[in-house]
């Protein structure tokens, strides 16, 4: 586990890349994933966005916030690009070799609508081809947007504006789906652990092949409560089992030490306590909580069976 000390002994973390005042909201999950993410990556890094809030808040004129090179992409095409640039930083390592290109990492930041729906078939080719890229999704699990329509990756019970009455479906597991991809790392990440993304993505910088990080990211406007809870939120989902954090690296999976302990159900703190704080929940049925509850309780029912399996 990485310390502050060990952070803040890293020069490169110690700077900001993803600059201040830029024009996320107050409060925006999205801002501390990517900058976390780019403390542990540094300047050498080509980002590529597709179309997300990251896409216009990242260089809304006059301001440009990342302090590295980036590309604004199509809504479909995140992860097609990255290998394109990925594979061209390749070229470039084997013509001139000694310079920078051998350095490059190539990330991706998407939202969940540009990750779970429409970027998916490029994102399920970059991992089949093992593309040498990192892919995050930051999942504020809405089209944020373009205002708060539901994703794949939108909850059972959470109200959007094309889910009024609570999302009938449950949410996609995209993380199971890219380790069903068997790349070398698939890890989840929670912005409540600035630690933990800062230390996954120091690991995956120095993987070689297809990574995928999964961050939650909550959206105080999306999710409907006061800007100040973002983190705490975004605690409350790790510490009632809603969002487990955990790692798959080359198919072993390993727990975070703030999740370890809820593979026992009785160490997970209330639901209530997490969705009570969001008014996208507040016309929750006591049927809807129910079939949440049971959702949550089968995923776990999973990591107990495979950290079982991994034991034998
Ligand atoms: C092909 C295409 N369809 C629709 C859009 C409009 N659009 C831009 S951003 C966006 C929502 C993106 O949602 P998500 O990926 O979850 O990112 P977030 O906005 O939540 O950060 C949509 C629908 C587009 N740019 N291109
Ligand atoms: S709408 Fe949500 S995700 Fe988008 S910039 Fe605002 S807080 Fe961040
Ligand atoms: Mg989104």
Redesign the pocket.
Known sequence: MVTIKQALDDEIACKEWFLPGNSCCAGCG?EIALRWAMKALGPNTALVT??????VVIGLWPKTAPNFPFTNM???AGASAATGISEAYKAKAYRFPGKVWEKMTTLVF??????TD?GIQALSGAAERNSNIIYTC?D?E?????GI?R?SSTPHGAKTTTTVFGKERFKKNLPAILAAHEIPYVATCSISEPLDIYEKYKKAKDIEGCKYIHILAP?PPGWNYPSEDTVELARLAVKTGVWPLYEIENGILTLHKKSKSLVDPSKRAPLVDYLSRQKRFSNISEQALIKLQERIAHDWDNIKAKLRAQEK
């Open positions: 999205l597709p179309a997300s809030c990251l896409n199509a809504f479909a998407a939202g969940d609508g540009g990750t429409i930051y504020n809405a089209y944020m947007n373009t329509q994703s959206c």
